[in-house]
């Protein structure tokens, strides 16, 4: 199995930050990678796919970066509405997906 | 508007079996791959089933083979998990997720979970 890691776990920040997250691959997934957001007591929500794509309706602020085994999922100008969980998910070894553990993002 | 709908989590006792359905409305239902991810409490999550758009392809996580059982009916717009063999270890909330696919232009697309329903809890205690 692909391990996904991701730091760091949890993170402070304030509202108007930006603030960066880092996803790390056991091993070259190309960019078959995507990120998502958790809200407390929600279901996931898709960011980014394809490592830098943003997904429609989520807001410019949000960005993506990387390729082989080093992620980055971006956070620019924080919103109260954006502390949450975040969790990198891959799916080069589709359809065995694995997720990273999931960073904590909170005021 | 995309609608999973999860229902048929409870409490079960270890070695007990449930059935997990997801109910789905506003997109093709029978073109789409779907899936069920878990997720324990506190704790990440985990990929646990896939089956094609057709019902000829599946797979399952190794934590979960040989117990769970995942099918679907394209004529309901129903997507369902049958969990046997409970185990504490397997207590956790269950979404039922629709696979998305993006194309490089050459190469397998990538592949990410687009929509998601609100889950439904699976409680495995004696």
């Known amino acids: 199995d692909i391990e996904m890691t991701q730091s760091p776990s949890s993170l402070s920040a304030s509202v108007g930050d930006r603030v960066t997250i880092t996803c790390r691959a056991s091993q070259n997934i190309n960019t078959y990678l995507n990120w998502y957001q958790q809200m407390p007591g929600k279901a996931p929500k898709l960011l980014i796919y394809a490592a830098s794509n943003v997904q429609r309706g989520v807001p410019s602020r949000f960005s993506g970066s990387g390729s082989g085994t080093d992620f980055t999922l971006s956070i620019s100008n924080l919103q109260p509405e954006d502390f949450a969980i975040y969790f990198c998910?891959?799916?080069?070894?589709?359809?065995?997906?694995?997720f990273g553990q999931g960073t904590k993002l909170e005021i | 508007e995309v609608q999973l709908v999860e229902s048929g989590g409870g409490l079960v006792k270890p070695g007990g079996s449930l059935r997990l359905s997801c109910a789905a409305s506003g997109f093709p239902f029978s073109t789409y791959t779907l899936n069920w991810i878990r997720q324990a409490p506190g704790k990440g999550l985990e990929w646990v089933s896939s089956?094609?758009?057709?019902?000829?392809?599946?797979y399952y996580a190794d934590s979960v083979k040989g117990r769970f059982t995942i099918s679907r009916d394209n004529t309901k717009n129903s997507l369902f998990l049958q969990l046997n063999s409970l185990r504490a270890e397997d207590t956790a909330v269950y979404y039922c997720?629709?696979?998305?696919?993006?194309?490089?232009?050459?190469?397998?697309?990538?592949?990410?979970?687009?929509?998601w329903g609100q889950g439904t809890l699976v409680t495995v205690s004696s």
């Open positions: 089956i094609s758009s057709s019902g000829s392809d599946i």
């Open positions: 997720a629709r696979l998305g696919t993006y194309f490089y232009g050459s190469g397998r697309p990538d592949q990410y979970f687009d929509n």
């Open positions: 998910q891959q799916s080069y070894n589709a359809p065995l997906y694995t």
